[in-house]
């Protein structure tokens, strides 16, 4: 093993061998066995792990759990394989001078004060994000096609990476960094506890121990409460109020459309200040491939690296001839639905109105809140669906597969979830019957929502750890170190899948909300509601119920700015729609007639339109403050570049004038030798 301290800008690196690895590495992230693993698959795993990176290895270090059938693999790193590895992933720090900017080992004094300890500073979630970086990065190579590995069922290929081929093969459970207490302990009293409900939440702590893209999530989630208040509060006066005015619904409608514009505005500018301060506001870095990605080796034309390479026509192949036509299989399976819920509604409906009891008109209900379940039901199986289809195109980036992914979802979520709401409003034209399902839709699916992702996993996690305690699983904890029981506890604890989820349910709440908020006003309210118990729940899910998740890093929420500003174009749509077929609408129809009425909407739904877009252009995105930063950090690089050009041409030069000097001594020295020696020879003569 090897220790890096840090002396005067000199990493001084100390080498240690045998046990004192367990003593004085620090575990930061843990592999779960399965239970196919043999010990000889077990000792190449471990030798993966240890190998330098030229011999394909991943040059980490790692020890495994002793005396279990299914042992944990504890991995940590050396600080200079952690810095260096943070100069390859382009991470950014702040240096010295308060500037922040990317990380480079060669100007490590720069980002730390003498005498200081290196090992700070990198935070937790980068080391674990760095030391993930480099196990999906170990990749079979052509000499490893031929290697036999017990009880796996495929052979790997080359360029396939030893990480993902393990997980599907088994031999690996999971990989999860794990959680400091003491930072969880601080973290969750400012988040989630119930006496910070109305604060406002540390997302720089947030982001520090999660990373950049579930901090993101919070801050969305938190901008999206608060600007909440001021629809519900409208829609909470219009309920308790007695106005019957015909221009009513008109009214809120337009307020609504206005408040849509001004706070996908405000979050723009608010989610630019938030990219600046974590270092990753236009971060255009080189993006690697998946590692799920898979094809035949190849040579990059930009890195020149090997990696794996897939024909970009078969990918299109895929999309075009099977994902496309599946999809729309499953949109026409959620419409027919839709119809057998009207007909089965309008049966109930016929019955309560030839016998109204009261048990008829419970059953009238019915085929509402059963439709609501069913919507949830093929919005979860969609999503391993849609899952499945983009991970069988093959998306060579990241990026690319969250795009491609984020696309298929919300369009199977919005005609699943909205169609049969425009069916009532512009086909059946009946309100009360779109404002009742409305409200039903609402409030039925959040109550499940919370029912669903916060008391369930809370109970099942409760059952789960004391019948771990209970089954003696943990009663030897003793003769293992802290981190070994904190594993073990941690193993059993659930996979967080990502923030997909959270953000299709933000996305239906606010088609749900400003859609058609004219006729169902309160919508807003029962929203606020839900959103402010959803803050402390998903915190507290985040530091109690899953296993924490890698860091990632991000710059906005992604492809879900697009579908949030989509819905919002659309609200503005409908919600002219709705406004000219309420009854001032219809009485101004009455008066001028039908050609110049549809005159008028089209014309004023433009004119919000043009509104929106003007908005969208006369408030930059990116707010002053932030531009002067990005400008400043922009020239001190350049003047440090400068500076730096200048001291090697420096250097040079004064080693070019060096070696004239020399050469011309040298010269001077052997004229005089010769003459010396010419004089000497005359002299014997």
């Known amino acids: 093993m090897r220790i890096a301290t840090y002396h005067g800008g000199i990493v001084v690196i ?7 690895i367990k003593k004085k590495m620090t575990p930061l992230v843990v592999v779960s066995m399965g239970q196919k693993v043999t010990m000889t698959t077990m000792q190449w795993f471990m030798g993966k792990l240890k190998d330098n990176e030229s ?14 059938p299914n042992p ?17 992933m382009e991470i950014k720090k702040v240096d010295n001078e308060g500037t922040l900017r990317e990380f480079c080992v060669a100007e490590v004094d720069c980002f730390i004060e003498p005498e200081a300890d290196l090992d700070n500073l990198l935070c937790l979630s980068e080391k674990q994000k760095i030391i993930l970086h480099e196990l999906e990065n170990v990749r079979f190579q052509e000499k490893d096609k031929n290697i036999r590995l017990d009880h796996c069922n495929k052979h790997p290929y080359s360029g396939q990476s030893m990480l993902r081929y393990c997980m599907s093969e088994g031999l690996i459970k999971s990989v999860f960094p794990l959680h400091d207490d003491n930072d969880l302990k601080c973290l969750a009293h400012d988040w989630y506890k119930w006496n910070k409900t109305l604060t ?5 702590d947030i982001r520090n121990y999660f990373g950049e893209t579930i901090a993101m999530y919070f801050a969305f989630l938190g901008h999206y409460t608060v600007w909440l208040i001021p629809p519900a509060i409208v829609g909470l006066l219009y309920w308790c109020t007695s106005w019957r005015n015909v221009n009513r619904h008109a009214v809120f409608a337009v307020f609504n459309v206005l408040w849509t514009i001004v706070f996908m505005k405000t979050w723009n500018r608010r989610c630019a200040s938030l990219a600046y301060s974590w270092g990753t506001l236009k971060n255009q870095n080189f993006e690697e491939t998946r590692a799920a990605y898979y094809g035949e080796m ?15 026509k ?29 007909w089965i509604e309008s049966l109930t409906i016929k019955r309560h109105a030839a016998n109204p009891t009261l048990l008829n008109k419970i059953v009238s209900y019915i085929p509402g809140i059963g439709y609501t379940c069913a919507i949830l039901i093929m919005n979860a199986i969609y999503r391993r669906l849609a899952a499945y289809l983009n991970d069988w195109e093959n998306h060579r980036l990241q990026s690319a597969y969250d795009n491609h992914l984020v696309v298929k979802l919300v369009l199977f979520d919005f005609v699943n979830n909205f169609l049969s709401l425009f069916y009532i409003a512009f086909y059946l034209r009946d309100m009360a019957t779109l ?5 039903t839709f609402v409030i039925v699916q959040q109550v499940i929502g919370q029912i669903q ?7 099942l996690s409760t059952r789960r750890t004391k019948r771990i305690i209970k089954e003696g699983k943990l009663e030897n904890c003793e003769k293992y170190s802290d981190v070994t029981t904190q594993a073990k506890i941690e193993t059993t604890m659930d996979y967080y899948e990502g923030t997909l989820d959270d953000y299709l349910e933000l996305f239906i709440q606010y088609g749900y909300v400003f859609l058609f908020s004219s006729v169902f006003p309160m919508a807003a309210f029962w929203a606020l509601l839900n959103n402010i118990t959803e803050i402390r729940s998903d915190a507290f899910k985040m530091c109690r119920i899953f296993q924490r998740p890698f860091s990632k890093s991000t710059d906005s929420i992604g492809a879900w700015q697009a579908a949030f500003e989509m819905l919002g174009i659309i609200a503005v749509m409908t919600n002219c729609a709705l406004i000219a077929m309420s009854p001032s609408g219809l009485k101004i129809l009455a008066d001028w007639g039908p050609i110049k009425y549809v005159l008028l909407f089209i014309t004023a739904e433009h004119l919000v339109l043009s509104i929106q877009v003007l908005l969208l252009y006369l408030i930059p995105n990116i707010p002053n403050r932030v531009e002067c930063e990005m400008l400043k950090t922009e020239y001190k690089s350049k003047q440090a570049l400068c500076r730096e050009f200048m001291q090697r041409n420096s250097k040079r030069t004064s080693s070019a004038l060096l070696q004239k000097a020399v050469s011309q001594f040298s010269n001077v020295i052997n004229s005089d030798n010769n003459q010396t020696l010419n004089i000497t020879i005359k002299k014997e003569n």
Not at 55 to 68: F, M
Not at 435 to 439: E, H, K, S, V
Request: aromatic share 12%.
């Open 314 to 342: 078969k990918r299109i192949l895929k999309f075009y001839a099977v994902s496309v036509p599946v999809i729309g299989l499953c949109l026409g399976f959620a419409t027919w639905v839709m119809f057998i819920y009207f």
């Open 55 to 68: 011999d394909g290895g991943a040059e980490l270090l790692a020890y495994k759990e002793k005396g279990n």
């Open 72 to 88: 944990c693999v504890y991995i940590g790193a050396v600080i200079e394989r952690l810095l260096d590895g943070a100069e390859l």
């Open 435 to 439: 404002r009742t399902t409305l409200a």
């Open 200 to 204: 406002s939440q540390p997302l720089g």
């Open 453 to 459: 992702e916060s008391l369930i996993p809370y109970l």
């Open 14 to 20: 100390v080498e240690e061998m045998g046990e004192e």
């Open 298 to 312: 190849g040579i990059n034309k930009i890195t020149e690296r090997v990696e794996p390479v897939y024909p970009k």
